[in-house]
């Protein structure tokens, strides 16, 4: 400050075109006047801009030097001017008082004055009685304006270090020098020393009397309900976490939240109206299901927004007790909700009551009491009870008296009858249950060789073989001697092998151990299969991280005789999986209402499988596919002119509706047999050649290329026919496929109702990563087990055809008429409800842990066979064998859970993504409903 201070007088004796009075030139405390450096400053910018800058480009070399250095420091000045500038602005408050009680409202610069104003309890008043001209007011007496004075005071001087402020140059409005604001009256305009005894008729007002007439009442009453409300903060970080909600708003584009966090395990999607489940919620499974079509699509619809809009407003006027009790209510429509806990529907204006009455209050209350924290926020629901954790949350004391042990028990027993409503609840032992759940979650694991490094071979065995090696001896130079069978082994291996193999060690055959690999994620059920079929230098295993690789090993839990390989991450998942178990076991799950209203009779069944098959049918034969077909290959033909255009899907398949996308293949220069752009880079320059291309015509929209998925595509938005199309480029192998589930559906015609059916079932419950052509294929393979339908390798022997080979793989080359191949199936005879219950109960009893489905053959295959040798595959599959034996083999994914190979590319596993808690969801509902139908008898 110094330096620009003196550089101002140096101007000023070179330059006395302007003269400043000395008693103007410095304020009290010797620091120049602003109205000074505000004039100096225009001066010498004004100088610089013409004379200067001629002066310095004309002076000599040894000048230049000079001027160049006092120019940088002169830079560095300025720089450092503009930054305590920009701090003092920072800094700056607002402070507003309140002209009924006199609170002060202090607003720093980065809030909103308007949105803080609001929160104060006067605001509303205050606003309608300036509006009205009735506003009322209490003047600050001079007393109080200079303690305001003093404060500000004291604020400027902690910030600037000035500290002589005057209370009578307490301006209304603007900022001062130092960048504090004066202060305000938020009930009057004006508030100063000499304004204060003012009547409030004399007081200026920022509304003009013409414009307050010309207020329409209406409007008074919108400002009286356009205070921002928002969720309990509590509420808000538990259900709607503001990191992953706004990452979901980014994709989605709803105002509201569209997707609540109920409890660890489990989340809501309020747009698709389903749940979400898994081992543990984490935010990349909520943002995969976010970026699904089904999410997206039901996102855009406003019936759909208008619903989640209604639930929210809903919520965000309660009390937070009972804005926590949301995690149990799901809208069903704007006027019912439907509660999980109590498995009822609800009218809106009866939510409230149900909260508070049996029977929901004594479920809350018995979660909160029994610890069952299977949702968030139990601590704050039971408040609406008057109940807090605190009032039945004592410490267990090893040494508390007799009498402390009383009273906790009367505690417990008053909450209990609380709960119960009654009086008269059913005693239950909370010691046993306790010492239970305490003794289901030690778990003794150790390391299954606890030195792997040693020389000596027997201390390699694992730790479950222990027992069987008293009969070894180390004999040096030779190996390990077994007294009972009179045999040497060298190896560890070889020492295992002998436990197993060997008649006189059958004891260690019948090891009553689990083996479970973390890292493939694949179970098995004896030591044998464990030594031989797991593939240790599997792709999953050659794949995993260097830091990981050095950490994983082979455990033993003896609590649970499971044999685990990974790592300390693998045995966290396998003590949260067994607590997991045990609470699921604890409560009852149930039919979505949805789907007990799709199976509420045998007429409903059929009724909505007919409207089904109608809507499907009318899909296939509009105009709308082969418009958007049409025009499609039309643009593509400038680009090549052998270009041909194939849809495929649910929509020509006979299994869409209206919304349903469209899939065309796009055969650029006869690639239809995959011959060309094979590569992966070759696929990405295509797409992107052809989404530039795309992006210039009027009648397509939305391009996004999706280049990471196993087939690379182009999603796009065709506008005349409003479809939405996926364009594939690989080859058109999935054209095949839809051939083939249209021979299907005209074979058996049942086929295709059940495939609606059970296409609809999937879609009220939400299962992760299992398509819409799996599911068909489930059905398909379901009805070739019963004869209903021929198996793929039967209709390559019907069709005398040389086969059709496309990148690798065999297809159907039909010549058998339609009427000849229906010969060799036997039709159904019986009811759709019959069919459905049937379908249910197979796969609720499926084994998916050992089996495969295999459409090929029509029969399952053992996952065994794809894990060991591939030569003892059957003779069908010979394609998959000459496949891998190629130079980019693709192995079958047989460690999945689940296992449906697709009928032509016989190396893709169709769920071969699907987690463990989805299969298990899967059967549960396979089994609830089958139990479901079998009572329509």
Not at 164 to 183: A, F, K, M, R
Request: net charge neutral.
């Amino acid at each position: 400050m110094s330096d620009r201070v003196e550089s101002g007088y140096n101007l000023e004796q070179k330059y006395d075109s302007i003269h400043v009075p000395i008693p103007d030139l410095l304020s009290s405390n010797g620091i120049p006047n602003a109205s000074y450096v505000r004039s100096k400053l225009k001066e010498f910018s004004s100088l610089f801009n013409s004379s200067f800058r001629i002066a310095i480009l004309q002076s000599e070399q040894s000048e230049k030097k000079e001027l160049k250095y006092l120019l940088s420091s002169l830079e560095k000045s300025l720089k450092l001017a503009v930054a305590e500038l920009a701090n003092s602005q920072k800094n700056r408050v607002h402070v507003f008082s309140c002209g009924i009680c006199n609170e002060e409202i202090e607003v720093n610069q980065d809030k909103d004055i308007w949105t803080c104003l609001q929160s104060h309890e006067h605001f509303e008043q205050l606003y309608c009685q300036l509006l009205n001209n009735t506003l009322q007011l209490i003047p600050l007496s001079n007393k109080e304006i200079s303690s305001l004075s003093e404060r500000r005071t004291n604020t400027m001087e902690a910030i600037t270090g000035v500290s002589e402020v005057q209370p009578e140059t307490l301006p209304y409005s603007g900022t001062d020098q130092h960048g504090i604001d004066s202060y305000k009256n938020i009930g009057n305009s004006e508030i100063s020393h000499e304004s204060a005894g003012k009547s409030d008729a004399d007081s200026g007002s920022d509304i003009d009397q013409e414009e307050k007439d010309d207020l329409d009442p209406d409007d008074v009453n919108k400002f009286r309900f356009s205070f921002p409300v928002s969720y309990n903060k509590i509420v808000e970080s538990a259900l709607y976490p503001c990191r992953i909600a706004n990452r979901i708003r980014k994709y989605d584009q709803v105002k509201y939240f569209s997707i609540m966090k109920i409890s660890s395990t489990k989340a809501v999607c309020l747009v698709c109206n389903c749940e979400i489940n898994d081992v543990r919620i984490r935010n990349h499974l909520l943002m995969s299901h976010v970026m699904g079509s089904k999410h997206l699509k039901s996102s855009m619809q406003p019936q759909v927004l208008q619903l989640v809009e209604f639930y929210h407003d809903f919520w965000l006027n309660k009390d937070p007790c009972i804005q926590a009790h949301q995690v149990y209510l799901r809208p069903i429509d704007l006027t019912y909700m439907q509660c999980s806990l109590c498995d009822c529907a609800l009218c809106i204006d009866d939510i409230v009551g149900h909260i508070q009455l049996n029977p929901h209050k004594k479920n809350v209350i018995h979660n909160f009491e029994s610890r069952v924290n299977s949702n968030y926020l139990i601590d704050l629901q039971v408040e609406a009870y008057g109940i807090r954790r605190e009032s039945v949350e004592g410490k267990k004391d090893v040494e508390s008296s007799p009498e402390t042990n009383r009273k906790e028990k009367q505690k417990l027993e008053e909450i209990k009858k609380y709960a119960d409503g009654e009086g008269n609840p059913e005693p239950r032992d909370n010691e046993a249950e306790e010492q239970e759940e305490q003794e289901e979650q030690l778990h003794n694991i150790i390391k299954a060789v606890e030195h792997p490094t040693s020389s000596n071979i027997l201390k390699l065995l694992p730790n479950r073989m222990k027992s069987f090696s008293s009969c070894l001896q180390l004999i040096p130079n030779r190996g390990v001697y077994c007294d009972l069978c009179h045999f040497f082994l060298s190896e560890k291996v070889n020492i295992i092998e002998h436990f197993l193999m060997t008649p006189a060690h059958r004891a260690a055959k019948s090891l009553q151990y689990n083996y479970y690999c973390d890292i493939c994620d694949t179970w098995y059920k004896s030591e044998h299969a464990w030594l031989y079929y797991h593939n240790f230098s599997g792709p999953r295993h050659l794949n995993m991280a260097a830091s990981r690789r050095n950490k994983v090993t082979e455990y033993e839990c003896t609590t649970c005789r499971l044999v685990i390989f990974g790592d300390n991450l693998s045995l966290s998942r396998h003590k949260m999986q067994k607590r997991k178990s045990r609470k699921n076991h604890r409560g009852t799950v149930k039919l979505p209402p949805p789907i007990r209203l799709l199976f509420k009779s045998k007429e409903n069944i059929c009724a909505v499988a007919e409207n089904l098959a109608k809507e499907a049918e009318d899909v296939l034969r509009n105009s709308l596919t082969r418009d958007c077909c049409k025009q499609l290959e039309s643009v593509l033909l400038a680009i090549s002119p052998n270009c041909r255009v194939y849809p495929f899907g649910s929509r020509v398949s006979g299994l869409g509706n209206k919304d349903s996308d469209l899939d065309v293949f796009v055969d650029m220069d006869e690639d239809y047999f995959g011959k060309n752009f094979q590569d992966a880079k070759k696929q990405v320059m295509l797409i992107r050649g052809i989404n530039k291309i795309l992006q210039k015509h009027k009648d397509f929209a939305g391009t996004i290329p999706v280049l990471s998925a196993r087939t690379p595509i182009l999603k796009l938005y065709h506008i005349p026919t409003k479809l939405d199309c996926d364009l594939s480029f690989k080859h058109g192998l999935s054209v095949e496929n839809t051939k083939f589930l249209r021979l299907c559906i005209e074979m058996q015609p049942v086929c295709q109702r059940l495939i609606l059916l059970v296409k609809s079932w999937a879609g009220y419950i939400i299962f992760e990563n299992i398509t819409t052509y799996a599911l068909a294929m489930l059905c398909i393979f379901y009805l070739q087990t019963h004869g209903y339908l021929i198996s793929v390798d039967k209709l390559f022997e019907l069709n005398k055809h040389k086969p059709i080979n496309i990148s690798g793989w065999k297809t159907i080359a039909y010549a058998l008429s339609l009427e000849d191949m229906k010969l060799h199936i036997k039709p159904y005879q019986g009811t759709l409800t019959e069919l459905m219950e049937h379908f249910f109960k197979y796969y609720c009893f499926f084994d998916f842990a050992s089996d495969v489905a295999c459409p090929l053959l029509g029969k399952v295959v053992k996952r065994s066979l794809f894990e060991g040798d591939i030569e003892k595959l059957p003779p069908q599959m010979d394609t998959y064998i000459t496949q891998l034996t190629g130079d980019d083999p693709e192995f079958f994914r047989s460690n999945s859970p689940m296992c449906i190979q697709d009928p032509f590319d016989l190396s893709h596993n169709l769920t071969k993504a699907v987690h463990k808690t989805t299969l298990i969801k899967f059967q549960e509902m396979c089994k609830l409903s089958y139990e479901y139908l079998k009572q329509l008898h």
